[in-house]
């Protein structure tokens, strides 16, 4: 299959290609959608804090407008990353959520972190460099784990006080500095619920840029312990028969697809495909 959408870095420089425009409140669209004529863009009366090229669509260079706040564009509106995540154009949500790591790590890296001046971008390397310090600042990913724990028919899934009404997720965390992925793994799952794991096995791996995770996803099974649900952090945790599921999360999330595989297995369905 050839791939519509690659990532590049793209001298801003250079005139031309399609621009996405990302403040706080999300992206820019039209009926169009999210892509516009960059030199048109540029026009507009935005506050554009920091400008990157990302990428190629469909051979087409592709830019990232950060801007500090929302502007009024006649015929245009505003709109959040998980909204296109739940739209069917998985390449148009490829392009956006690297423009959103790219754009938060761009806003937020502005300044050195270690002397606080201005820093430059990179010639031909994603990365902002403060000539003082003689430092280069790369964007930000955050390794985070995931797991699906389960005991025969039952999978252990939770709610978080932060998830839509009713809906039960696998349990995840961030990764600790000093961790491997199996024990940050083995950590969150004794805070989150209490429980102790075993034959953890590594499944497979997904881009989250909310802002900036990258999901290392696994299953587990249950070795032992009663589930005591972390005070604030997990409202509710139960044992669920793959039979009898409660609203899971989105398609297209490593969570669904952990659930979906082992419930796939476990009735001899066909296995799903990891969305990317
Ligand atoms: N794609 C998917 O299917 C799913 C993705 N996730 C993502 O996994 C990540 C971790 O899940 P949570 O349960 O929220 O994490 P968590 O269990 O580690 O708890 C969140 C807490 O971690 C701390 N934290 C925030 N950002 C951090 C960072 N970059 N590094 C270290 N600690 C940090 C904060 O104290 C925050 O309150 C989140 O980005 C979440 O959106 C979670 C569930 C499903
Ligand atoms: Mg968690
Ligand atoms: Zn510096």
């Known amino acids: 299959m050839i791939s519509r ?12 290609g399609w621009a996405v425009a ?54 245009c509106n505003w709109k959040g990353l998980r909204a296109f995540m739940l739209e069917d154009d998985h ?21 050195c972190g270690s002397c606080g001046k201005r820093m430059s971008q990179v010639p031909r390397e994603r990365a902002m460099y403060c000539d003082a310090c003689d430092l280069r600042h790369y964007p930000r990913i955050s390794p985070s784990m995931i797991v699906l724990i389960t005991r025969g028919d039952e999978v252990l899934l939770a709610r ?25 793994l083995v950590r969150e799952v004794r805070e989150e619920v209490s429980v102790e794991v075993k034959n953890i096995q590594y499944v497979g791996s997904q881009c989250w840029p909310f802002p900036h995770s990258m999901m290392l996803g696994f299953h587990a099974e249950y070795a032992s312990g009663d ?21 899971l999360p989105a398609s297209r999330s490593i969570a669904r697809y952990l659930i979906d595989l082992y419930v796939a297995r476990r009735l001899g369905h066909a296995e799903p495909v990891l969305p990317g």
């Open 91 to 111: 390449t148009l949500y490829k392009v956006l959520g690297y423009a959103a790591q790219i754009g938060t790590w761009a806003r937020e890296h502005r300044f």
């Open 227 to 247: 589930i005591v649900p972390q005070e604030d952090e997990i409202e509710d945790a139960q044992w669920f028969n793959v039979h009898n599921l409660p609203p």
């Open 5 to 16: 959408w690659t990532t590049a870095v793209i001298d801003t420089e250079l005139p031309g």
């Open 160 to 184: 978080s006080p932060r998830f839509v009404s009713g809906v039960y997720s696998t349990l995840a965390g961030f990764a600790e500095p000093g961790e491997s992925a199996e024990d940050c």
């Open 22 to 75: 990302r403040s706080p409140e999300g992206f820019l669209f039209d009926d169009n959608g999210a892509l516009f004529p960059r030199e048109w863009l540029k026009r507009q009366d935005l506050s554009i804090l920091a400008e990157h090229g990302i990428g190629h669509l469909d051979g087409e260079p592709v830019y990232l407008l950060e801007l500090q706040g929302t502007q009024e564009i006649a015929g």
